[in-house]
């Protein structure tokens, strides 16, 4: 199975947003992402506007000739904007204004109902709907129950795991989250902290079909180029790296 990278570049934004400059330009960074391989771009435009502008998605809508993966809060405001872009994707996101990255995978059990009206709404409108979850069974689940197609395996604590131990735990706890959600026929994804060392293990799941990286691949960029950082990913996910 050809496993998806997902691009995520919110990062270049950071830079940008840190000097309130024009440059570097993340739509720039999602063409040069795509040039070197990458399936799909993935922008997480938040509340507060820390990184990604509505600019960024307006752009973005226009210039992506893969897949464009918006990552949101489940809020009306959002709903909106997913309305008016139209992206491929749109991966509901928990979301707090004091968070540094995104903390852990939505409690869809604590909001069933309100998530299914916004997974309804996007599905009407033909946007394919993915839900970020920690993996964890009931949580997948529960995000069958709200009809969503997709779930991405929030890979926070697996990625921190202090010694082999925790994460063999936490890596069993992937797998049998990834496995539920095959056999409940909703696709699977995966990502938050991965990066060049920690991904490996993860590949020997078939389950998992699509990883959504961003910081380890633009921190790597940073040294070596976006299209290098890029085309090395890739080639671990595809099993041809040196």
């Known amino acids: 199975m050809h496993v998806r990278l ?3 570049v919110d990062h270049v934004a950071t830079l940008r947003q840190a000097r309130g400059t024009v440059y570097p330009d993340p739509v720039a960074a999602a063409s040069v992402a795509e040039l070197a391989g990458a399936d799909q771009i993935t922008i997480h435009l938040r509340e507060d506007r820390r990184h990604i502008q509505e600019r960024d998605l307006r752009l973005l809508r226009q210039t992506v000739t893969t897949r464009l993966n918006l990552e949101m809060a489940a809020t009306q405001d959002m709903l909106k904007l ?3 872009h139209k992206p491929d994707t749109v ?8 968070e540094l990255t995104t903390e852990g995978g939505l409690d869809v059990a604590m909001q069933r109902d309100a998530l299914k009206r916004y997974v309804r709404s996007l599905q009407d409108a033909d946007i394919f709907t993915s839900l970020f979850i920690d993996p964890d069974i009931d949580q997948v689940r529960a995000a069958h129950k709200v009809d969503a197609q997709a779930v991405e395996l929030h890979t926070g604590k697996y990625c921190e795991s202090r010694d082999n131990k925790e994460r063999t735990l936490e890596l069993q706890r992937i797998t049998d989250a990834a496995k539920t959600a095959t056999k409940l026929g909703l696709r699977v994804y995966a990502g938050h902290g991965l990066h060049y060392h920690n991904i490996q293990p993860l590949l020997e799941l078939r389950e998992i079909e699509e990883y959504n990286i961003g910081h380890s691949i633009i921190a790597r960029a940073v040294l070596v180029g976006m299209e290098t950082a890029i085309r090395d990913m890739v080639a671990i996910l595809r099993g ?3």
């Open 82 to 84: 997913a309305f008016e």
């Open 6 to 8: 997902g691009v995520n």
């Open 91 to 98: 991966t509901l996101v928990p979301e707090r204004r004091e």
């Open 240 to 242: 041809t790296a040196r």
